[in-house]
């Protein structure tokens, strides 16, 4: 069982209305069962139980999610020795989003990460053939992909990161898609591993410019270029149009896609990105 503030406040409500029962989620809102109400927590259909003093940590801490364990509650956070990152599980009112050290990678204003998601994926449509996901994250760009395409290789530069998503019970269908190829490694250097016209489609949607400046250059630029096919399509994202940097960001990724040979640049604000076709 994994929760967040979003599920004990039902549990909270029922209990001070005096009901004994009420519709519950135990995976951050992706599936309902029903949670029996009693003096000391709540008892699920399947007869995991949480106390009140549990429930209560977890509603009081909005900004985690937290794995119900028998001996207590652990929150859904992985650190990654390597990079000296720490990834945990930010909950909305649907599918949550994943903190980088303290910054979330799904926009979550007016919007959460599913249908974040989703726009990106429209934006691109339709979608076809094999596609290239540069940034695995916690699987949602693959997992929509994968409803469409033939063939899904995805890539993601720290196994801790996949470590988390295999916590977020959204993250499932990256793991039993048949068709989704997990890859572990930097998509600047995996890249150049793949033949020409490999792809029919990439989605191309990388941490900040901070953490992955790499994945912004113009040579990288030029690879996803080489790997697309002809009448490909390449959906960039790069960040909130209307504010400052998002602006900045837009236009010099525009530049430097058309510098790598990228001959029709277009914008897709409702995405917070651009479509680009070889």
């Not at 691109?124 to 469409?148: C, N, S």
């Not at 959204?170 to 793949?194: M, V, Y």
């Not at 990724?253 to 479509?275: C, D, H, M, N, Y």
């Amino acid at each position: 069982m994994i929760l967040s503030h979003q599920q004990t406040q039902g549990l909270l409500k029922a209990r001070e209305q005096g009901q004994t029962s009420t519709s519950f989620s135990p995976d951050l809102g992706l599936s309902e069962i029903e949670a029996r109400i009693g003096v000391d927590g709540a008892t699920c259909a399947d007869g995991q139980f949480i106390s009140w003093d549990d429930i209560a940590h977890i509603d009081a801490n909005p900004q985690a999610c937290f794995l119900v364990k028998t001996d207590g509650l652990e929150k859904a956070q992985i650190f990654s020795e390597t990079y000296n990152r720490l990834y945990s599980l930010y909950p909305t009112a649907a599918a949550p989003t994943m903190l980088v050290s303290g910054i979330t990678m799904h926009r979550i204003k007016d919007i959460d990460p599913w249908e974040d998601t989703r726009r990106k994926i429209k934006a691109i449509a339709p979608i076809k053939g094999r596609v290239l996901d540069t940034a695995t994250g916690l699987g949602y760009t693959a997992i929509f992909a994968a409803g469409q395409a033939g063939q899904v290789t995805t890539i993601e530069l720290d196994p801790a990161v996949l470590d988390l998503a295999r916590l977020n019970p959204w993250s499932r269908p990256l793991f039993d898609s048949p068709n989704i190829e997990q890859l572990i490694g930097d998509s600047f250097d995996l890249i150049a591993d793949f033949s020409d016209a490999a792809f029919d489609r990439i989605l191309h949607d990388p941490p900040r410019f901070a953490l992955a400046g790499e994945l912004f250059s113009a040579d990288f630029y030029g690879e996803l270029k080489r790997v697309l096919k002809p009448g490909g399509r390449l959906f960039h994202y790069v960040g909130d149009p209307a504010s400052k940097s998002g602006r900045n960001t837009t236009k010099s990724v525009a530049r430097r896609l058309e510098e790598a040979g990228f001959r029709r640049v277009i914008r897709k604000p409702e995405a917070f990105g651009l479509l680009a076709f070889p």
